[in-house]
């Protein structure tokens, strides 16, 4: 029976991957902070799945994972977990920008480390990114950027290890229909429809993919590789103009 651990498991997109993982009888570590509602998740899950409880973006929580990768063997990796405040760089509190920085970048290299460290052919990491990891976001400056880093990361390792038969992968959302926007401080409707994708989507595409494994980099959705596709005919300062103009980060200002 194959083995996959997801980081950021008790909702949204890590929640979505979980039950089709779930339904394709993978045995399921589930990481999340809390607790309450990672028992909820097993609870429906059912059957043979198991929780850790850990705060990725604190020295203590990712050292648990840290150590329980160490001691444990996965066939999969889903480092999902990440965070984001949108607001104008000056109007948000440093030390959560700091915090979104560990999350999004260190806990994914640390962790990453870890499971590659013991991962045997046919292992495959997904390291879940952004579509902001292809263009910059005004009002999320550093959320965008966390995920740039994430997009270049996966596809270095990509390359390292195709040849040792273990598939890495950079997985790029659009906005989802997640806690995610309410938790960054705005919501799912601030953004027009038409760049907004359901979980559950966001979730196939993520499992087709993983289950292709074919490229290095994947970017979710139709609209949003058609979107990245037009930006290729304007210039920066025109995307940047685009970007700033539907950000959510930037509403009212």
């Known amino acids: 029976m194959k083995k996959a651990i997801i980081t950021g498991a008790s909702g949204g997109i890590g929640l979505a991957v979980a039950r089709r993982l779930a339904e394709q009888n993978y045995a399921l570590t589930l990481v999340a902070r809390n607790e309450e509602k990672l028992k909820e998740v097993l609870l429906d899950l059912g059957g043979k799945h198991q929780m850790l409880v850990a705060d990725l973006?604190?020295?203590?929580?990712?050292?648990?994972?840290?150590?329980?990768?160490?001691?444990?063997?996965y066939d999969v990796?889903?480092?999902?977990a990440g965070n984001g405040t949108y607001g104008e760089f000056l109007n948000i509190n440093l030390e959560n920008q700091i915090s979104t920085m560990r999350l999004n970048m260190?806990?994914?290299?640390?962790?990453?480390?870890?499971?590659?460290?013991?991962?045997?052919?046919?292992?495959?990491?997904?390291?879940?990114?952004?579509?902001?990891?292809?263009?910059s976001m005004p009002g999320g400056a550093v959320y965008a950027a966390t995920k740039s880093f994430v997009a270049s990361f996966s596809e270095s390792l990509w390359y390292?290890?195709?040849?040792?038969?273990?598939?890495?992968?950079?997985?790029?959302?659009?906005?989802?229909?997640?806690?995610?926007?309410?938790?960054?401080?705005r919501h799912t409707n601030d953004f027009p429809?038409?760049?907004?994708?359901?979980?559950a989507d966001v979730a196939d595409e993520l499992v087709a993919a993983l289950k292709k494994r074919s490229k290095p980099r994947v970017v979710q959705g139709f609209k949003n590789r058609l979107m990245l596709f037009g930006f290729r005919f304007l210039n920066r300062a025109m995307a940047i103009r685009i970007m700033g103009q539907i950000s959510p980060?930037?509403?009212g200002a």
Request: cysteine-free; hydrophobic content about 50%.
């Open 57 to 73: 973006s604190e020295h203590d929580g990712l050292a648990i994972l840290i150590d329980h990768l160490a001691s444990n063997n």
């Open 160 to 185: 390292e290890f195709k040849k040792k038969g273990i598939f890495v992968m950079g997985f790029n959302p659009g906005a989802a229909d997640s806690e995610f926007h309410a938790n960054a401080g």
């Open 77 to 80: 990796l889903i480092n999902n």
């Open 249 to 251: 980060g930037l509403a």
């Open 106 to 135: 260190d806990a994914v290299v640390a962790l990453s480390f870890a499971f590659l460290k013991k991962a045997t052919p046919g292992s495959a990491l997904v390291n879940i990114g952004s579509l902001l990891a292809h263009t």
């Open 193 to 199: 429809a038409f760049v907004v994708s359901s979980v």
